[in-house]
């Protein structure tokens, strides 16, 4: 992979450069306020519970509904119809 390609996946979870070595040299502590101010603004404490996924939001309390199965189902039985349909006009020409 190339460098460039893998720093451009990465950019979404690396901090910005808030910390240029002319901060940090300088031996002042002002020089570092961009980035104590960066990371005061951060929450603070776990992250809060999530919901728990798809059987949480579909299958379970008050809105559970078997809707994305029957789709799934339906999906499969589409998907596996027209490759059948497919292959039999592929070796039977009509």
Do not use: C
Not at 20 to 29: E, F, K, V
């Amino acid at each position: 992979m190339h460098a460039s390609l893998i720093r451009r996946q990465l950019g979404g979870i690396i901090p910005p450069k808030i910390a240029t070595p002319s901060h940090l040299s300088s031996g002042s502590g002002e020089g570092l306020a961009p980035l104590v101010n960066f990371y005061s603004k951060l929450p603070k404490g776990p992250a809060p519970p999530t919901v728990g996924g798809i059987k949480a939001r579909y299958f379970s309390g008050k809105n559970a509904s078997a809707a994305p199965a029957v789709w799934i189902i339906l999906g499969l039985f589409t998907f596996g119809y027209t490759i059948d349909y497919q292959k039999h006009h592929k070796n039977h020409p009509h």
